[in-house]
Structure formats: structure tokens, C-alpha cells
């Protein structure tokens, strides 16, 4: 038993609230991005990769967010419409905000780097005055994430959307995705991710950002048990620890880990993992799977991303995905 | 019983974080400021009052904050100091912030009001680096104060001293002490004060100001007793509500209630009433008073204050509170 | 030949453009401000302390600026009018803003400093839009003050000003007045200075202040002479440059230059020195006075106010000047 | 004679001080930027492109400015360099800015418009202290261009740069390319535009931008004789007014005007026609061109350019101008 209830008399399954953006991905690669002279524009941001990776799994999903008032912003609202996703709660910046972009650079499979547009945008103008109770309540789970955190007045409408799912018992996922852009301190970071981390049924991160949210606190030298059981104590009932090339570890609060394995890939980019792990990983939670099924789904959806040029178009149907499984091996994965 | 636990082994009894400034008062008072010529000058800040309130009733106390790196902010350190609170954690700003100055205008005792600077302030500036988990861990209380949480890096800086004051067992007094000035937003402000109220042992403030805190979260015409229950599903154990000309009325957490009365009397101005009462609320309560009789202590107090000139500088002796209370008579007060 | 020329037809004598702000100056002199306890209130700013100097004097003035909207600005327009000086053009701030507050400390004649308030204040909000032409026209000469041009919206309201100035030969005298606090850089006052100081008739400040606008441009070393001469190829007939203790020496397009002597004084602090001598003296060289006669009055203007409390409200008038002028000697002036 | 003087001692021809950033043109034109999918990057900003212009027609060119400390900023210099234009007074900020971008919509040859990037961008951080006396009295001519003017620092550095070269006879051109973005205001538009233009010897501008820099001065319906009089009245001697598809006429101060004529062109988009024109027209001056001749090729060059997808890679070398001019004809020119 992983703790996580979902109310089935929801319409909605799973709706997001926070960045809403445009990747520009390289199309010559192999080079730095200097010598790159033609880019690919792609719906991007952490959330919105995941929830575009829902809907092609067949949830029913919706976003709550802000685009700007440009060619940018209506290229992303008629994507997230043509992924079937409900943009009821996605407004429309009228102060001349811009819409973040992402350049990335893919000089071989293991340099990717990424050339962010983070100010003055859109995403981060969301304010609490936009959240509505009503749509919160109609969704069986809320996927928050870290960057819109950033900054005011998105913070506010993240922590009000999280007085309402919790009001509400809807589940909660935090896909931590620390971005240091944008932010002002470590000290401001730390303080904002911990006090919405308190709020959350599911966390899910790499060590170093748990690590990022224990600095502060003079907590140092934590293990990956002390930091989920510290988030036990809270509100959270599944904590998810990646530690990179060695794979993801999952805590559960009755005592249980397991341990994520990956698939074989052709790898053309590292961007996209992350997300395309979170979709499969949350879908499968939510049609009632175990961790480990969870999990392995979740690194089956990841290995597909990493072989394409985008994170989001790239996400797979469900057939997709279950063609996958029945032709790829996992290695190193299990319970504990 | 109260709920409150104060340890006893703790050298300090009572540390504040938060405003530190100026009042200018205006020495020709029964007209309006335009026609003022001189004014006074005395250490103000709502905390800075508490806490000079205690020193004066013979508690351990000591201030967490930032002063100017003028002969403002100097004249604050020497006034702590010869009020014998400990100044060992006020830091100085280097980056040319000022003091916050309170020009106040009393034009009759019902007809009070303030002229605030609160640009570039430096107790605005005090930042979680600055908080020391050590120093918080030998007092038994700390008191914290909404103003301090209106703006960044003070704002994270009173996140972590809860933090720290919650895994050491530090009692802590919020005096939600709303004013909005430096504020950006309702929804910031509702935000915020919700998000340190839920780690608080004791909160006080003004049914407007628990309404503020509510109306973001669609809790409209909350009666008092729900509003306390509110936050008895959280951390605290005791909820102070002030009506002003019907007095307060305190919940604990067990389900009784008390109300304090008034004491008569001749009334300059009404600054600094909330302040005296906190101060010898507080350190009744800390000496073991039950809630009944600190209410007393605290309308005898602000009695005291409203009468004289100033709201630091006018706070009572214990042994002037107990004269008071020997030569006077409280009106209408009880448990319900 | 001084080469100002004034139009007799104008109904205004000296209008002004810049701050106007409020002075604090402590009552307990001969101290530091932190055992200050109380402060008198006066209307303060340089080019407000000179027209309200011309005022005294006799001459028909006008104040183009903008007040807080709150009882510190009220006070002002009261003093203004009382002082019987055109408020017309002075307008109030509605977004928030304050008034620029200057606390003084007076530990000995030869040891005064200032505690500035300079953040977010209404003078620095003067905009172009409220920039009269007509006004303009209607005056024989205007004063404008370099604090004026520290910020924007209030530096492109004097160029504004400048402008109509020239096109109505409207003569324009610049008191250099550089204050560091609001500006950014030293390379952005240079700028902005020199760029005024072209447009200006007659341009006075200290030698230290002519350094500060020429170091930019690689102009060092330069004498009082090589940098009169600098002004003379734009628009100026008139450049003061002052020594300090030792005097000031005035330049005139023809080549001659006329050294001011000082007058004993029984000196309470040295503020107001500027403000007063520069009243005095643009008054005798608008009655017709020769250089030297207007010197000598502003150096005499000078020593009246230096011995008083206040700069604005220590202004003497016309009576004032001339009995001071009567029982006290100048020492060390004349042409050269 | 046109009464423009150049220097032939002097190694540069012409330098410009300014934007430095970075067009990205749809590649899938004929739509709307929402149907766009793959961008082709350039170096774009007007002074760089006319810089480019001449460069490609054999002219010693030279940069003043400031790009990103990242992959877009180094291709902008690689990119200068290898148009052999001297970047030795390009700096890289260090503060984290950002390339500045300009995303273009080629709906149709008369519908197209630029999505600008223009937040928190290296070249509008150019400094004062960055501008060397040295490297200006080294050239012939210098250019600049109204969007560095629109903010500090990069303001503060145009005005010292054009004092340099007022100082060291270096002709000035300014191409007012006005652009509404980044200026807070109508006024403080017209009031930095001012100050810039009186000390140019060529404004190059459309009649909509001679307009805005008069309206705040109540010059109101001024006709392109009253313009160019305004600024022969200051240091002008040439002043080129372009009426859009009615063509351009040029005024000299010896009161002469000539009219520019138009080339037939296979239109692709309308962007980079006046910095194609200002770089072949300034180009033929500096050779000793007189003022027609000068305008024929600049509309040549702007014939060629608006008929490729780029602006700055499609300015024509010397050949590729004069063969255009041997097999086309101009239409509608000469002096009247």
C-alpha cells in the first residue's frame, strides 16, 4: 500500500498548476550551441511536459497558469487543447509579460545544457486571486512544482492551490524541479520548498535537491530514510529519491523502499527524463498500481523521451508505452 | 490550564524577531500633524514594545533584528541595552538601508494616527543566515510579529526561527500586528500570516485581522470560536481575539473562554495599547498565571500605556503594574 | 557687465523647479543625533530654502514641484503660501509616495551631518507632463537645482523645463547642489549635470562639485578659469565657483572675475551657507547689482543664516540684510 | 555640398555604439507566428546591422558595445569578427543578462511584426566607464541609434560617447529607430531623443519619429522644413525625413532638398530596408558622394535586402550593390 487515495467521483484526474513554456531545441546537434542556426519550437515546462504525458496516457487533466499575451502564448494554449487538456484555468497576462523560453544546446547525449528567458514572464504572474476552489475540488490529484515557487505572485497561487486540495483531500504531487534561475537565495529556496513540501501526499526528487531543502535547517548528512520519514511526520505518504545513473528510490510511510531500474535507450538528450518518468509514474499510481509497477513504468517513459528531440511531443500514448514494455528489459529494480 | 509549556532550564525567557524603529511623537498634540512643531523621539516597533514591556516586568529577554547603520539605529542598540535586553543577535545593515520612523499625530485620544516611512527599512533586511538555531534554543518563548513578514529576506528569515523554535519546544506568541503598508496584495498578505499562524502555540490579533486571513480561503463570517478552532487543528493552544471597546476574548483549546475587561483610564492616545497588554499578558502566563488573570494584567497594562507619551519608553515596572492593580478596578471581565 | 539679461515685463521674478522637503533639525545641539531626543520641523530643499530667501527679499516667486499627499506635504504649501510664493505649479503625488526628510546633527559649528530620507519621495515624481510652458514664459528667470535631475521622471521634468526656459529667454541659473544619495553612479550624475549646466546662464557650485563633471570626461586638473571657460562656449555668462573657507570667485564671459569675501558670524552650524548666499545674490544681480555687490550680500545673507536654527525659516529679509550689511564688515573681496 | 566632413587621417571609418542581438526569422512564412514551427537565428539590431552593411561595401568598421556572457552573445562576435569589423571594444557582461531577441512573423510582405525579447539584456548595459576616448578619436564618423537611449546605463554611455566625439570632430550620425518597448514614456522618449540629436551631424528618421521628439516640446504640426531648420538651429548639417512608401527627402543646411526614389523589388518582408538604406547611404557620403547619388544606393541596398529572409546576413558586398544598380532602374528621385 503506497497511502495515496484518490476519490473516484472526480471528473478530473490530475491537474497541474505552474510553468507554461516554450523549448527551443537545436535541430543540428553535436555542436555547442553557437554553431546551431535553426531551433524546433515545443510546448515546455516541467508541468506541462507531465501533464501533456497524462493525457496521452488517457488521464483526464487540466492546467492552471498563465500565458502571455502573444503568438507564444496562443501556440501553447491550442497544444495543451489539441492534448486534450482543459485550459478553462489558464489565463491570459495583460501587462505585456513574455513567455519563457528554454534554447537547449545537445552537444552529445551526455552535454545537453540549457539557455533560459525567465524574466518578466507569464508563468510567474499567476496570482491567487486566480485559483479557483471550485476546479480544485473537481480533481482527484494536483501536481505542483517547484518553479513556480520562484516568485510572487505565482508562490501565493501555489500555496492557496495547496489549501485547497488539502481542504479538499486531493492528492498532492511535488515534483521538487529546482531551477536556480529566478531565484534569489538559497535561503529564499529552501524556506518556500519546505513549507509547501509540509502540504504534500507525494514528493519526488533528486538528493541534491533534498539536500537544498535540509542545508538550511542544519540538516546535513541526511540519508535518504531520514529525509523521507522527516516528510512522514508532515503530511507526505510516498517520497521518491533519484540519484541519477543509479537509479530512483521510493519510501512509503509503513517502512517499505523500492528500487527503480532503467531500460536500455538510444539516447539523443537527457532533457525530458524527469517528466516523462512523473507521467508514466502517476498514472499507473492512480490506475491503481503498486510502487513497483509505478516505477518501472516511469523509466520505461523515460527511456522513449531521451531517444526524441522534444520532452513533450515526444511523450507516448499508452499503446506506445505498453509496446515498449513488452520489448525492453529492465535492469536493477525491486522492492527492498 | 493554558496548554503552554515553558522550559524552565532556558536562560532567556522571552526573545521577539522582527521591527525595530522610530517614533517621532508629536510633542503638540490636539491638532493635527501640519500644525505640529516638535516631536519626540523613543525606540518603537511592535515587537521592539513587547519586549521592552517584559524587560520592564523582570523577564530574560532578548531581540533577534536589524538596525541602520545610523545614529538611529545606534540610539535603538543603546536603548535595548540600558532596558537590559539582550542585543547579542541585532545585526547591523551595511547597505545603506534607514530606519523605519512612526510620525504620529494626536489630534484627541480617539483621533490618533501615523505617518509611516517604511522604504528601504533595514529591519526588513534581517535574513535567514542571520537566525541562529543556537540562540533560539535556550528561550522559552519567542514572540513573532506580522509586520516582519512582509517582505523578503525578513519574511524567510521568520519562517526558519519558527522552524527552529518548533524543533526545540520554544513556546511561540504570534502578534499578528497587521498593517498594510509594505504589504504588495490581500492575497500575499492573507498567504503568508496563514502559513506562520499554522506553527504558532499562541496567536493575538483583532477580528478584523483574523478575517483578513480568512477571506483568501473562502472562510466568510467565521465566528470567533470557529476562527480559534481553526487553529487548534494546527499547532496552537490558546487564540486571543481583541474587539476593541468590547474587549477580548481568549480560547483554549479545552473549550473555555474568557473575557477581559477594561480599566478606567485618562487617555492621551491610544498607541501602544495592544503592545503593554501582550507584554504583561505574556509574562503572566509564563510565570504561571492562569488566562483569566493575565487578561487583567494586560488591560491594566495598556491602561498604564495609553495614558503617557510614548509606547516603548511609557511601558510600566512590575512594580507599577501591581500599584495599578492595587488603586484600580477592572469592569466586566470573566470566564464564560 | 555680468551679460544676464531679464525681461522687466515678466509678472515673475525667480520661479524654481526640484525639491522641497522637510528638515528635522535637532533641538539639543552640540551633540551626537543618537542623545538627541527632540526635533524642530522645517520646510527645507535647497532651491525651496532660495526662493523662499528671494521671497524675504522681496521678489515675486514661484515654486514648480510636487508635495506627498499627506500632512508633511500640506505643511509645505502652507509655509509656501505664508512666504507669499506662487503654488500653482506645485502639485500632489497620489501614488503612495513621501516626503524627503533630512534629520540634522549639530555636535559643533565645524561638525554638522545630515541623516537623509531620500526613498520614494514625491519630489522626485514631478513629471514633464506637469510642466507648464506658459508658466515658464511668465518668469524673468528660473532656478534649478541638481537634485532635481537624480532620478527620473523628475530629471526629464527639468530638461523640460530647460527648454521652454531658453526658447522664452527665460535666464536660468544652476546651483549645482550634488547631493551622492539617489544617484546610481558617478558617471551618471557627470552626465546628466553637463548636460543641464549647457543649457544654463550662470552656473554655481563648489570646486569639488565642477571636479565631479569633469573627471568623466578625461577634463583633469582643470582651474577655475579653464573650467568658466568650458560653460562660456555653451550658454553661460556667469559660472561661481566656491573655495570652501576661502571664499568664492565668480567668472563673467568677459573675462573678469570678482572674489567674495566672508563676514564674521556666530556660527550655531554651517547648513543654509549655500542656499542664502545664493538667494541674496541672484536678487542684487536681478535689482541690477554688479557681481561684486551681489557677492558681497550673499556672503552678508550667509552669515545671517548660519547663526540660526533653520535654513528655510532663518531667511532674512530685505530690512535684515541691509542692517547687517550696515554694522558688519566683509573681509578680503574684490575684482582682480 | 552636403557640409559633412570626415577626417581622412583617421584609421576607422565608421563605429556605432549600441544593440548587439539576436533575429530569429520563421522559416515557414506566409502565416502566423503560431503556425511557425523552426526559426533561423541571425545577428539583428539596427546599428549592427548597418555596421554590417558596411562593412560588407568595404568600409573599417568598428563596435561599441555589450553582449551576454553566453552562446548567443559569443556568436554575435564571432559573427562581427568575421565580417571583419573590429570587436575590440565589445564587452561581455558578467552580471547575467541575456542576449536581447527578436522573433520575427512574415505573414505576408506587407504583414510583418517582431515579438521582442528585451528584458534584463547585455547591450543595454553598456557603462560609461566603458567607453574609451581613444578608440572614438580614432574614427571617422560615428553612429548611433535611439534604442541604446532608452535606458541606464547604456544611455549615460551613448551621451560620452557622443561628447568624445563632438570633442575630437568625429561626424555623428543617428538613426533614430525608435522603438516603444523598453521606454517608460512618451516624455522621457522625447526628451533623451532631444538631448541625443542637438549634438549630430546627420539624423537619419521618419517623420512619425521627428513628430514624437517635437510633441512634448509644443511644436505641433511642424512640416520636414520646420524639422530640419529645428536641428540646423544646433549642430546638424544634413537631415533625412522618410515619408514610408512616399520615399525620403533630405534637407542639407544650405538649404537644399533632395528626394529619393524607390527600386522595384521581389518582396520577402519589409524588415532591415532602413538599416540597409543608412548603411550603403552613408557608405557613398563618406566616399564623397554627393547627397543623391548617396540615396540612390541606399535604396538600392534596401531593394536587395527586403527581398532575402535575413537583415544583416543579406547586405550586399560592393559587387553585388553595383551590379544591382547597373540592371535596375530608380523610380521617382532627384533634387528639387
Redesign the interface.
Known sequence: MNGLQFDPARPLDLIAVGRLCID?NA?ETGR???E??????YVGGSPANIVIGAARLGMHTGFIGKIAD???G??IR?YLQQNGIDDSQVSVDRTGA?TG?A?T?IRSPQECSI?M?R??VADLLL???EIS?DYIRKSKALLISGTALAQ??SR?AV??AL??AR?HNVTIFFDLDYRPYTW??A??T???Y??AAEKCDCIIGTREEFNMMEN???VTGADDEATSNRWFSHQAKLVVIKHGGSGSISYTADGKKHRSGIFPANVLKTFGAGDSYASAFIHNLMQGGGVSEAMRRGSASASIVISRHSCSDAMPTLDELEAFLLSNEEIGSGAE
Chains 1, 2, 3, 4 share one sequence.
Do not use: G, I
Open positions: 527551443l535541430n555547442p550551441m553557437e546551431t542556426l535553426t531551433f524546433t519550437k502573444d503568438q507564444m496562443r501556440f491550442t513574455v523560453l534554447f544546446e539557455l528567458y524574466d518578466h496570482s491567487a486571486e476552489e510572487s505572485p501565493e500555496f492557496l489549501e485547497f481542504k534569489k537565495s535561503a529564499e529552501a524556506v518556500y519546505n513549507l538550511l535547517y542544519n
